[in-house]
């Protein structure tokens, strides 16, 4: 069983950074190393802002980036804006299906 | 410009069946696997199903295998998701994603809204 856990809430004021973990459970080591970090608005659709754990697909701000260690990965984003208040997933893959995380709200205070 | 548009959703009946679509433009999508995704309204997101570029493979989450069949049509572009025997618990916005990579979902619809309720 594969398994994705991260915290359902955090809070930043402008400008300061946070960082979100995603602490993978899973028996496929190869799984940590496709984790995903998606940003959803209310009403919208995901957006893929990280992949592979560290990756930043182009057009996104370099405000956000990826790190991982051990079975952890993290989503870090610098210099607080107010349009950053949103929720977070993340997500990998193992052995023909995709999971998800549960989500964290991220509210910029 | 990757576009992907959902279509189909519909208040449908417990018991009921529906048929998803997802037209997709601005890339070659015989080449992509692509993703059926679900959320329901505030809350997290859920995947639902995966099929490879030609169509000859397919996977499921368990919570839809035998209920949901996933296929595509490549000569026009578009997906689709069967959904029969519809629960309450099916009720949810439906997204269609492209992957690409490895095992990324890159891109994503909108969503469109089943609700299945009496």
């Known amino acids: 069983q594969s398994a994705l856990t991260q915290p359902a809430s955090v809070s930043g004021s402008p400008g300061q950074s946070i960082t979100i973990p995603c602490t993978v459970t899973?028996?496929?080591?190869?799984?940590?190393?496709?984790v995903s970090w998606f940003q959803q608005h209310p009403g919208e659709a995901p957006k893929l802002i990280i992949y592979?754990?560290?990756q930043r697909p182009s057009g996104v701000s370099n405000r956000f980036s990826g790190s991982g260690s051990d079975n952890t990965a993290s989503l870090t984003i610098s210099g607080l804006q107010a349009e950053d208040e949103s929720d977070y997933y993340c997500?990998?893959?193992?052995?023909?299906?995709?999971?998800f995380g549960g989500g964290t709200k991220l509210t910029v205070l | 410009e990757v576009q992907l548009v959902e279509s189909g959703g519909d208040l449908v009946q417990p018991g009921g069946s529906l048929r998803l679509s997802c037209a997709a433009s601005?890339?070659?999508?015989?080449?992509?696997?692509m993703h059926w995704v679900r959320q329901v309204p505030g809350k997290g997101l859920v995947w639902v199903s995966r099929?490879?570029?030609?169509?000859?493979?397919?996977t499921y989450a368990d919570s839809v295998e035998g209920r949901f069949t996933i296929s595509r049509d490549n000569a026009k572009n578009t997906l689709f998701l069967q959904m029969n025997s519809l629960r309450a618990e099916d009720t949810s916005v439906y997204f269609c994603?492209?992957?690409?990579?490895?095992?990324?979902?890159?891109?994503w619809g909108r969503g469109t809204l089943v609700t299945v309720s009496s």
């Open positions: 601005g890339f070659t999508f015989s080449s992509y696997w």
């Open positions: 994603a492209r992957e690409s990579g490895r095992a990324t979902l890159f891109d």
């Open positions: 899973s028996s496929d080591v190869g799984s940590y190393n496709l």
């Open positions: 592979e754990v560290t």
């Open positions: 099929i490879k570029y030609d169509g000859s493979a397919t």
């Open positions: 997500s990998s893959y193992t052995r023909g299906t995709f999971f």
